[in-house]
């Protein structure tokens, strides 16, 4: 059974960073690929960023490149999502979510964390 268990989230000002954790269980970590999608209030679960099995290239979405860096320690089964400079809309709920094959979609994630809410106040 697939575990993915998220924690880092948490109330940050306008400008700060939070380092989000995804730790995995129950698959070879180290041949998955690896995603952070967010949902805000209302609003439908959207693609942040995926990274495949050897951590090269990772896709960013647009509104997240150059403030957000994701990061893999296979050695741990861990997923990072370090997070800077952050604005009042990137306020969500943060799922990281796992599969064979990178995609920025997500119906090519069979596997889901619970998920980590992140609030940024202005």
């Known amino acids: 059974q697939v575990q993915l268990v998220e924690s880092g989230g948490g109330l940050v000002q306008a400008g700060g960073s939070l380092r989000l954790s995804c730790a995995a269980s129950?698959?070879?970590?180290?041949?998955?690929?690896m995603a952070w999608f967010r949902q805000a209030p209302g609003k439908g679960r959207e693609f942040v960023v995926a990274?495949?099995?050897?951590?090269?290239?990772?896709d960013y979405a647009e509104s997240v490149k150059g403030r957000f860096t994701i990061s893999r320690d296979n050695a741990k089964s861990t997923v990072y999502l370090q997070m800077n400079t952050l604005k009042p809309e990137d306020t969500a709920v943060y799922y990281c979510?796992?599969?064979?094959?990178?995609?920025?979609?997500?119906?090519?994630?069979?596997?889901w964390g619970q998920g980590t809410q992140v609030t940024v106040s202005s």
């Open positions: 979510a796992s599969s064979r094959r990178r995609s920025t979609s997500i119906y090519g994630y069979p596997y």
């Open positions: 990274i495949n099995w050897s951590g090269d290239s990772p």
């Open positions: 129950g698959r070879t970590f180290s041949t998955d690929a």
